[in-house]
């Protein structure tokens, strides 16, 4: 694990105790059971948001304490472990940063309070597609006297059922596969031209299809010049997606290392066999380098530095297939229990095959890392 | 043969289930020509639906650990214990099961007994899986009767039928007659064209996605030649033999692996649960991805099946406490 100053220690260790007290995997199944359109907990949200979980990457000046990604990634590691639902992730930090990297003081002065305090769900609309393509936007974006009007559809949009406040990719200018003339509108969900699509997800999260019909959009950032803002939020939220999984694949594969430990067939304990302590012993392989992974690309975030994007895809793609392949593995270890809805395995194969989807799949991060290292 | 054209088809196949594919072929091995003339017949009729009685909570992987008592009361068995995984319980007629009638010994104190899954001390109460659906119960027997002439084979020699009968159930699991398979029925090259779209050369856009894909119909053609070349050589024979160990792990990985690029290339529609923002196509794609799971865990674990090929195939040593 990375070493972590005074403040990031005392934000994991409240996290840890808030999220094993007060979120254990059970909240989850509860908030799945009651099937809430929102896909996550409000009052447990409400509770994250006093704890300023919320504001941790916003700057003082905008209610937010500035303890950076490394920190929100702490407790986004956490939150993963029982698979806490929160708009965390798609406010606190994709949001946020669009904001914070493209907006002007007005902007950031009339938003990132209301983020920073949970009153307010912010979320990015960039995907149209059944894939993530940044770049692919079709959205346009039409000038309308002091601001423009939106027209597009936007897919798989986290959080979408709560949001307020949409943070969209339009076009302004160029074609459907062009980095320029790509531009970000904060767009708000009460706007008469925007309808949402709630989704029905098999992890249980919020997220809709959002359509976007003559809204008003405010521009957020140089008209055209969006693409290199979206790319650094989307590392961002990536970097976000990362911490979350690693908590996960961490606890699936404790949970199970505690299986193979108790359970007795042949008149032994299974993880008295060598076959499945060498799975066991790559598993944990994995899950070290995914770790030394994900925790560079967030200090890379908190650093401002050049490697990003590399680190970021690198990231991506290493703890995908690791999340894939420990998910998978608690599954197979566990045996016919592992396939009950009764126990907690199903729930982290379905959230891991969603948070690899998210921002990117492995394969594109594995692509997008060759094109940035020139290959 | 008729498995493959439901296939092809697109269609259910009514025709199977255990009676079919697994306890009958067994029973005419095994039973005498009274219980095959009471037993036969209305599975061939498809009247009655049978289900196993083999798992326990205790006793997975390690089956010959079953707990399971049956004690003899003169004309019949009382039995006694808990069974879980029994597929189709809650709507069988009857039940073919594996009883403990001797405790000093493992393998050679297990029965083969039948009985009817509609008597008092029959309590099935379904197990809802990872994919929403429950194929599965448990079963709780509470002084069940089993009649003395449904006794299989002898007192006590239950584990050779059980083994036989398991090999019918590995070589129906494998998808070795072709009709096998979950998730989308499009090919996948196919599927991935329409979602992910092809270069100017027709090869799909992405690269990395089409070798893993090339890989998986590499794999699945393999099984399929393997398949066939096994039923070719069968006819020498007179039935499965251990190569559907083999296949039942080939089968199943490649089955899994297609499964998960299902998912993969439908992107973010391969993620619904419910509802109309997904087509069938994709929901069914999830639900099949999910199910699939326990085929590797089912009719004997990937770990088992690899065990059997260590072990009685390839000749190396046991060190599990076996006995």
């Given amino acids: 694990m990375a070493v972590l100053n005074e403040e990031q220690s005392m934000l994991r260790d409240a996290a840890k105790s808030w999220v094993q007290e007060k979120s254990p995997v059970t909240a989850f199944r509860k908030m799945r059971d009651s099937g809430t359109p929102l896909g996550y907990d409000a009052d447990a949200w409400n509770e994250q948001a006093e704890m300023g979980w919320a504001g941790v990457i916003i700057p003082e000046d905008f209610g937010g304490s500035n303890f950076g990604y490394l920190s929100l990634g702490l407790i986004l590691e956490e939150m993963g472990r029982t698979l806490t639902a929160s708009p965390l992730l798609a406010s606190g930090l994709a949001a946020a940063s669009a904001l914070i990297l493209g907006g002007n003081d007005a902007q950031k002065g009339e938003w990132l309070p209301k983020i920073a305090d949970g009153s307010l769900v912010a979320t990015l609309a960039v995907d149209e597609g059944a894939h993530h393509a940044p770049e692919k936007v079709a959205t346009k974006a039409e000038k309308a006297g002091a601001g423009y009007k939106i027209t597009g559809k936007k897919t798989f949009v986290l959080e979408g059922p709560a949001a307020g406040l949409f943070i969209v990719s339009a076009r302004t200018s160029g074609g459907a596969g062009d980095k320029d003339g790509i531009s970000l509108f904060l767009v708000k969900a009460d706007d008469a031209g925007v309808t949402k699509q709630n989704l029905k997800l098999a992890d249980s999260r919020g997220a809709s299809n959002v359509e976007f019909n003559g809204a008003a959009g405010e521009l957020l950032g140089e008209e055209g010049k969006g693409y290199p803002v979206l790319e650094k939020t989307l590392d961002r939220a990536r970097a976000g997606v990362c911490a979350e999984m690693l908590g996960a694949a961490v606890q699936a594969f404790e949970t199970t290392l505690d299986y193979l430990k108790v359970r007795v067939q042949f008149g032994q304990v299974i993880g008295s066999f060598q076959a499945l302590q060498h799975r066991a012993a790559k598993m944990f392989t994995d899950l070290e380098l995914a770790r030394s992974a994900v925790e560079a690309a967030l200090q890379a975030i908190d650093a401002d530095s050049p490697d990003v994007p590399e680190l970021v895809s690198l990231a991506k793609a290493k703890m995908g297939d690791t999340f894939h392949l420990v998910s998978n593995e608690m599954v197979q270890m566990h045996g016919g229990i592992g396939m009950t809805d009764a126990h907690d395995a199903g729930f982290y194969l379905k959230r891991a095959r969603a948070a690899e989807a998210t921002f990117g799949s492995q394969s594109y991060h594995r692509d997008r890392y060759a094109r940035i290292q020139g290959y | ?323």
């Fill in chain 2, 1 to 323: 043969m008729i498995q493959q054209e439901f296939a092809r088809a697109g269609a259910y196949n009514p025709i199977g289930g255990m009676g079919v594919m697994m306890f009958g072929p067994t029973l005419l091995e095994y039973g005498t020509e009274d219980q095959k003339m009471e037993h036969i017949p209305p599975i061939c009729r498809g009247d009655l639906q049978w289900c196993q009685g083999f798992s326990e909570p205790g006793a997975g992987s390690d089956l010959a650990s079953l707990q399971t008592r049956a004690e003899d009361k003169g004309d019949h068995y009382l039995i006694n214990g808990q069974k879980i995984w029994t597929s189709g319980a809650q709507y069988a007629d009857w039940c073919f099961c594996l009883v403990r009638t001797d405790t000093s010994k493992k393998h050679e104190g297990i029965s083969f007994v039948l009985f009817t899954m509609r008597q008092p001390g029959v309590e099935v109460r379904p197990i809802k899986l990872i994919a929403g659906n429950s194929p599965f119960c448990e079963t709780f027997l509470t002084d069940a009767k089993a009649l003395k002439k449904d006794l299989v084979g002898p007192l006590n020699g239950g584990w050779t039928i059980a083994k036989r009968l398991l090999q019918h159930e590995r070589s129906g699991l494998s998808g070795a007659g072709g009709g096998g398979g979950f998730g989308a029925a499009k090919p996948l090259p196919k599927l991935a064209k329409d979602y992910v779209g092809e270069d100017a050369d027709g090869r799909l856009s992405d690269s990395d996605l089409r070798t893993r894909i090339i890989m998986n119909e590499i794999d699945g053609r393999a099984f399929q030649q393997t398949a066939v070349r096994a039923m070719q050589e069968a006819k020498g024979n007179s039935g499965p033999s251990a190569a559907t160990s083999i296949m039942k792990n080939a089968g199943t990985r490649w089955m899994q692996d297609k499964a998960e690029l299902t998912l993969e290339i439908m992107g973010h529609q391969g993620l619904g649960w419910e509802g109309d923002t997904f087509t069938a196509e994709e929901l069914g794609a999830v639900r099949g991805w999910l199910g699939g799971k326990a085929t590797t865990i089912y009719g004997g674990s990937q770990e088992v099946q690899n065990n059997i090929i260590s072990k009685r195939i390839l000749g190396l040593p046991d060190l599990t406490q076996n006995n």
